[in-house]
């Protein structure tokens, strides 16, 4: 039971656009939904997070819009670059130990 | 800063061997995190610790166990591999912030 779907599985984008790659949640007890990049060869790395109670954060390049009532969230990179290019994760988290659950995963390759 | 460390990077195991992974952090979180990583299914949690002296079962538990040392290190067992459990195998680490720490992983093949 998959209960934060991600799309798109990849996504390729030219330098100097916007990247977007969205979730969807099941669960209303979700409190807490970061995002993480992993390269190749490395653990995922907290890239933003968002809590419930606003519907964007903005951080740099990187921003997130939230949107509670449907129960999905989205990250937005503008102007790409090609070392943005990695996999991104989205994950939704809830309990005192904030064990996360993530979806699939987004390729993201930037062209130069 | 080491952050998460991940003993080993890469193992070969044969279907019915025992192996385990093992985990530290420097950080003095309380909470440390095993999951593993699958093609096309993002990262599944096997098994948490919210404390030490307390461990939980996460979405898929089957097949492992793990051991709370103490509060760095957090290891997990396979008792007798099989194949379904070749993967990508990362611990984590989080404190009083919302933010989890992965360490580098650990490439794990059963033959």
């Known amino acids: 039971q998959q209960q934060v779907k991600q799309s798109p599985q990849s996504l390729i984008v030219q330098k100097g656009g916007i990247s977007i790659i969205n979730c969807a949640y099941e669960?209303?007890?979700?409190?807490?939904f970061p995002w993480y990049q992993q390269v190749p060869g490395k653990g995922p790395a907290l890239l933003i997070a968002?809590?419930?109670?606003?519907s964007e954060k903005k951080e740099g390049r990187f921003t997130i819009s939230f949107n509670k009532s449907a129960k999905q969230f989205s990250l937005h990179i503008m102007d790409s670059q090609p070392g943005d290019s990695a996999t991104y994760f989205c994950?939704?988290?809830?309990?005192?130990?904030?064990?996360?659950?993530f979806g699939s995963g987004t390729q993201l390759t930037v062209l130069p | 800063n080491a952050g998460v460390t991940q003993t080993p990077k890469f193992q070969v195991l044969k279907t019915g061997q025992s192996m385990t992974l093992q985990c530290a952090q420097d950080?003095?979180?309380?909470?440390m995190y095993w999951y593993r990583q699958d093609p096309g299914m993002g990262l599944r949690l096997i098994y948490y610790?919210?404390?030490?002296?307390?461990?939980d079962k996460g979405e898929v538990p089957n097949g492992y166990n793990v051991s709370r040392l103490n509060k760095r290190e957090f290891s997990l067992r396979l008792e007798s591999a099989a194949p379904s459990q070749t993967s990508v195998y990362f611990c984590?680490?989080?404190?009083?912030?919302?933010?989890?720490?992965f360490g580098q992983g650990t490439r794990l093949t059963v033959v």
């Open positions: 984590a680490s989080k404190g009083d912030s919302a933010e989890a720490f």
């Open positions: 669960n209303t007890a979700f409190d807490y």
């Open positions: 968002i809590r419930p109670d606003v």
């Open positions: 994950a939704a988290g809830t309990g005192s130990a904030r064990q996360l659950t």
């Open positions: 950080m003095n979180h309380n909470s």
């Open positions: 610790s919210a404390s030490e002296g307390t461990t």
